[in-house]
């Protein structure tokens, strides 16, 4: 089983990924568990990055393909809309 996730910190900063073990990706983006120094969550020093969105899939095909689309243009606006937040100017 695969998950695509959103997380948002305080700064309302959104991060969309794909994972095989969600609680233990969610730590490593908390800093809880050693996580690359490059990464986005982690140049975004905050620690507090909540989970407001997951999905499951079968196969990590599937999986990708989703994440693909959540950071597309519409797939932005979904997760907006899920948060009650002012479209995206272009």
């Known amino acids: 089983m695969f998950y695509v996730y959103v997380i948002i ?9 794909q994972t095989s073990n969600l609680e233990e990706r969610l730590k490593r983006h908390n800093s809880v568990l050693k996580n690359k120094k490059t990464s ?9 990055w909540k989970l407001i969105h997951k ?3 079968d196969n990590k095909s599937e999986t990708m393909r989703r994440e ?8 932005r606006e979904f997760i907006r809309s899920l948060l009650n937040i002012a479209p995206i100017d272009i």
């Open 9 to 17: 910190n305080e700064e309302n900063k959104i991060y969309i990924g």
């Open 40 to 48: 986005y969550t982690s140049k975004n020093r905050c620690v507090d």
């Open 55 to 57: 999905e499951l899939y």
């Open 68 to 75: 693909k689309q959540l950071k597309s243009y519409k797939g």
